[in-house]
């Protein structure tokens, strides 16, 4: 069955530089990839979709990137701020209508 | 407002008394889908359902069942609960089972003594 990492468990870094989180899958290549924002004692917060075809997705101050290659989606934050703080998952479907996750990393912007 | 409700949020309880933590969305989604999430392990899918009257087992199915008998409730039955059930519980919904961003509620914490 598909595996996903996110390979940091935290992530520190200052006000204004840019965080980059990173999501590897190990099997196949999904259709597309899920990136949410979860706060403590909170349910996830939708934020990107990016599809299979698709090399980079933006929004505002966030960028995905999704390289099937690889096998991996990387997530950036610039300009960052401490309302950024927060944890944040990769999703992915498996057998097709399933969605899982990975185990988040926590990032924390200091000011 | 769009919104997934879970009820309760908090929930203190003893072994083997049944339980039902509900879930309703008022945004017509077709999709449900319950989860938990422990320390450690992350969020893990419990059920899912992609219609009325059609559920399906996600990956720690064991000690839960659900139902769907309208679109807008799925609710998450522990008949026989024990302590290695506790753990956050979250419920989720979207509009179809693919490509589709998943609407989350805040959560039921269950605590099983």
């Known amino acids: 069955s598909q595996k996903i990492e996110q390979n940091s468990e935290a992530l520190n870094i200052q006000e204004g530089k840019t965080a980059t989180l990173t999501c590897n899958y190990t099997n196949y290549s999904p259709a597309y990839l899920q990136w949410y924002r979860q706060d403590p004692g909170r349910g996830p917060v939708f934020l990107l979709l990016i599809r299979e075809n698709e090399k980079e997705k933006r929004k505002e101050r966030l960028k995905v990137t999704f390289d099937t290659t690889l096998k991996q989606s990387l997530f950036h934050i610039t300009a960052s701020q401490p309302a950024d703080s927060a944890t944040y998952l990769c999703?992915?479907?498996?057998?097709?209508?399933?969605?899982?996750f990975g185990k988040g990393t926590t990032l924390s912007v200091s000011s | 407002e769009a919104q997934v409700t879970q009820n309760p949020r908090y929930l203190i309880t003893v072994t083997g008394k049944k339980l039902t933590v509900t879930c309703s969305q008022n945004m017509n989604h077709e999709y449900m889908s319950w989860y938990r999430q422990d320390p450690g392990l992350g969020l893990r899918q419990i059920y899912y359902s992609m219609n009325v009257e059609v559920t399906d087992k996600g990956d720690v199915p064991e000690g839960y069942k659900v139902s769907r008998k309208e679109k807008r409730n799925f609710p998450l039955i522990l008949e026989s609960p024990s302590p290695n059930q506790t753990s956050l519980y979250f419920c989720?919904?979207?509009?179809?089972?693919?490509?589709?961003?998943?609407?989350f509620g805040d959560g039921t914490r269950l605590s099983i003594l």
């Open positions: 999703a992915l479907p498996e057998a097709g209508t399933a969605l899982i």
């Open positions: 989720a919904s979207s509009l179809g089972a693919e490509n589709q961003p998943q609407h």
